[in-house]
């Protein structure tokens, strides 16, 4: 019995570490990273938006590495996307150089024009790209591998009809796919 359980625990431990191995983070070119595809995600966004606290789901990420760069990540609760959870689209698009580890603002470099953050919730859509005055964003990208991104960002964004734009603070991104 005893040695029974000795070798149950051995092959455990080993089927743990190899299931643990770590990726490299020091990857940080995302044409060397990545392939172009769209991914299922897991993990979450977490932000103050309006003096609102939430925690949104991961929903994708899709990365296009071939003509230009972008990371397209998107969080959003599909059972009540819109109406009283909030979904955010955060658009990392940078034509002119490979997207690393680092800071994309909005307004910023013309390689951060296209650029952008997408908000919603209860059926209001709300932007910050640099076409649209007033609206501002700063994303910090600080883990770039192969299978995760994360980062903090801030926004200001702008409605698509008339109300007043809403000012998202403390936003974390904790993806994985």
């Known amino acids: 019995m005893k040695r029974n359980l000795l070798i149950c625990l051995v092959a455990v431990t080993g089927i743990l570490m ?15 990273a990545y392939k172009s595809g769209k991914y299922a995600a897991k993990g979450t966004i977490t932000l ?6 939430y925690s949104i789901p991961m929903k994708s990420v899709e990365i296009i590495a071939t003509m230009t760069n972008q990371i397209l ?4 609760d599909t059972t009540i996307a819109g109406l009283s959870t909030p979904f955010v689209i955060i658009e990392i698009n940078s034509p002119s150089s490979v997207i690393t580890i680092g800071t994309y603002a909005i ?10 953050v997408t908000y ?8 910050a790209v640099a076409s649209i005055t007033g609206s501002s964003a700063t994303i910090n990208i600080t883990k770039l591998t192969d299978t995760a991104i994360q980062g903090t960002f801030t926004a200001t964004v702008v409605p698509q009809v008339k109300a007043s734009d809403v000012v ?4 974390i991104i904790n993806c994985t796919y």
């Open 18 to 32: 190899m299931g643990c191995s770590k990726k490299s983070d020091t990857n940080t070119d995302i044409k060397a």
């Open 48 to 53: 103050t938006a309006g003096g609102v606290n």
């Open 73 to 76: 990540i998107n969080a959003q």
């Open 107 to 116: 307004p910023g470099t013309s390689a951060d024009d296209y650029t952008s």
């Open 120 to 127: 919603s919730k209860s059926l209001s859509l709300y932007k």
């Open 168 to 171: 998202i603070t403390n936003g």
